[in-house]
Every structure is written in structure tokens, then in C-alpha cells.
């Protein structure tokens, strides 16, 4: 299989990964730092050779099979991954877990080329290191991945699907609201005028 390891920064808390401009939802100035910075390192690693996914004849012969077992040539985009991430924070009340999770989920796959859809298996772990804050990160790729559920016992899982309905589709309005320069210079002079 084959493996990479890093050592990252603490990501941003999702709490500091985004912010409204403009009446939309964008990565913050913080997260715009931690993934740009992280991008310009994989696209350093991957000039030196060192960040990339081995072709399908390589990927297989690390599990002893051959080309002819499987014909149909592996692309990144048919790779499935498997993350580790280990955070280690300064207390172990600092964060929540999963408040890193996608914006590494997010880098690590698009220095690799692959679709993040493309993570079949997550593993998030909280440690304390009050003296060294880090993220350690491993990232496996996948021969292969079986879609279908194990046979798992489940005649002890307490089934909550029935208590939550379906969500009813939202009814569209017959006349949809634009945006009309003119109305709103109007509205903005009357305001004005009133105050």
C-alpha cells in the first residue's frame, strides 16, 4: 500500500474557516493562509518527486499481482484513500475533533489528484502535546475498496431512521426577486432623505 506521512500545523477551527462576504459563505483569511501555504509545500513535494501516485503497475505489484488481474488502468481519480489524523493539541478540551477534518481531507486530495469523494475511510484521533500543537497526517492508497457492508450483527443498533421524516421539497415563489440597480439607488435616496 502505498503510504505518506506529514506533520502539519493545527488547522484553523471550522469556527475560523469561513467567513461571509457579500451575502456568501468563503474560506477566511486564516484559511486561505494554512491552505495556501500547504499547497505551495505538496506542489514542492511533488516537483521533488516525493507527493504522488505510483501507476497502476507499481500500486500492484506492492500487493503481489500483476497487470493482467487488473485491466483497466488505475488514474488518481480512481485511487480511494484512506486518512489518519492524529491532532494533538494543547489541551484536551482545546477543539473539537472533527474541526480540521476537511480542510486537510481537502489539500491532501487535491495535491494527489484525487476526488475527495474518493476518502473511504477516516480516522480521527485527539492526543495532548501542550509543548508541540501539530497534526499528524497519514494518508494510504487503496487497491481496491468493497462497497458492500460486512456482516456485521445489528440486531443490537437501535434503528432511528423512522423518527426522522422526510424532508418536504421547498415550494418556489411564482415571482422570483432580482436584484434592480435603479430600485435600489431609489431606496437608498429615500433613506437618505429621511434621515
Given amino acids: 500500500m502505498q503510504q505518506w506521512r506529514f506533520i502539519l500545523p493545527l488547522p484553523p477551527s471550522i ?8 451575502g456568501r459563505w468563503v474560506l477566511s483569511r486564516e484559511a486561505r493562509h494554512y491552505k495556501t ?29 500483476t497487470e493482467t488481474s487488473h485491466p483497466a488502468p488505475r488514474t488518481p481519480q480512481e485511487t480511494f484513500l484512506s486518512l489518519r489524523l492524529e491532532f494533538f493539541f494543547k489541551t484536551a478540551q482545546r477543539r473539537d475533533l472533527d474541526n480540521g ?48 457492508r460486512p456482516n456485521l450483527q445489528t ?13 418536504k421539497p421547498k415550494t418556489l415563489k411564482s415571482s422570483k426577486r432580482t436584484f434592480n440597480l435603479s430600485d435600489w439607488l431609489a431606496e437608498k435616496e429615500a433613506d437618505l432623505a429621511e434621515s
Fill in 101 to 148: 477534518l476537511k480542510i486537510v481531507q481537502d489539500l491532501v486530495c487535491e495535491a494527489l489528484g484525487v476526488d475527495d469523494k474518493n476518502v473511504v475511510a477516516v480516522e480521527l484521533i485527539k492526543r495532548v502535546d501542550a509543548q508541540n500543537p501539530r497534526l499528524e497526517v497519514i494518508v494510504s492508497a487503496l487497491p481496491s475498496w468493497d462497497f458492500s
Fill in 155 to 167: 440486531s443490537s443498533a437501535l434503528d432511528l431512521r423512522p423518527f426522522v421524516p422526510p424532508l
Fill in 15 to 22: 469556527n475560523h474557516q469561513y467567513t461571509e462576504r457579500d
Fill in 37 to 65: 501555504h500547504l499547497q505551495k509545500a505538496f506542489r514542492r513535494l511533488k516537483a521533488a518527486g516525493k507527493f504522488q501516485i505510483k501507476p497502476l503497475d507499481s500500486l500492484l505489484s506492492l500487493f503481489g499481482e
